[in-house]
């Protein structure tokens, strides 16, 4: 079945660019109706949405991030990638990607999440 | 953005007992409504989905109803292994928002 693996550095300074990659296995990023988002949870608060991207690489993302915030798709490798640029204190959480059915609206399969942690 | 709100934040309860958690949307959402369970330290696990459907693996004491702005999700016999954090997501539109979880705790 489909599964998908954070990685990416765990501890990343203040203004910094944050990059986290998501590799699927037993599946296809390309293939069927499916859109691939980024999703985080600092350390005992609650689930906030990141944004999408599109099997056809077309992307949606929280207006509150919007301008730091970029989602792309490597289809050679399997993998799609967060791009979280202006770090602050405020963006430390533990990051998951996880799988989102277009017909669904859901999150159905997720990652085991990366705790990230921003401090110089 | 579609504000998702939860109640109770938290909740005692034992073993058996049926419980029942509601999510209000500050908008209608029609049925665009999905349910998670998240235990301390793993990612969250889909339980319902579109308000009512259960996810394949789903034990069938979990249940979902309501539509358009007020949902409820209910545990129909408390298991110990469903003491957790339930979360209601919304899937009206982006940015898709969540609620900010209940937690069950062991009475």
């Known amino acids: 079945q489909v599964q998908l693996q954070e990685s990416g550095p765990g501890l990343v300074k203040p203004s910094q660019t944050l990059s986290l990659t998501c590799t699927v296995s037993?599946?296809?990023?390309?293939?069927?109706?499916?859109?691939w988002s980024w999703i985080r949870q600092p350390a005992g608060k609650g689930l906030e949405w990141i944004g999408r991207?599109?099997?056809?690489?077309?992307?949606n993302y929280n207006p509150a991030l919007k301008s730091r915030v970029t989602i792309s798709v490597d289809t050679s490798k399997n993998q799609f990638s967060l791009n979280l640029s202006s770090l602050t204190a405020a963006d430390t959480a533990v990051y998951y990607c996880?799988?989102?059915?277009?017909?669904?609206?859901?999150?159905?399969?997720w990652g085991q999440g990366t705790m990230v942690t921003v401090s110089s | 953005d579609i504000q998702m709100t939860q109640s109770p934040s938290s909740l005692s309860a034992s073993v058996g007992d049926r419980v029942t958690i509601t999510c209000r949307a500050s908008?209608?959402?029609?049925?665009?409504l999905n349910w998670y369970q998240q235990k301390p330290g793993t990612a969250p696990k889909l339980l319902i989905y579109a308000a009512s459907s259960l996810q394949s693996g789903v034990p069938s004491r979990f249940s979902g109803s309501g539509s358009g702005t007020d949902f409820s999700l209910t545990i129909s016999s408390l298991q110990p292994e469903d003491f957790a954090t339930y979360y209601c997501?919304?899937?009206?539109?982006?940015?898709?928002?969540f609620g900010q979880g209940t937690k069950v705790e062991i009475k």
């Open positions: 908008q209608s959402i029609n049925k665009y």
């Open positions: 997501q919304q899937g009206y539109s982006t940015p898709r928002t």
């Open positions: 991207i599109y099997t056809s690489g077309s992307t």
């Open positions: 996880a799988r989102d059915p277009d017909y669904e609206a859901t999150f159905d399969i």
């Open positions: 037993g599946g296809s990023v390309s293939s069927g109706s499916y859109y």
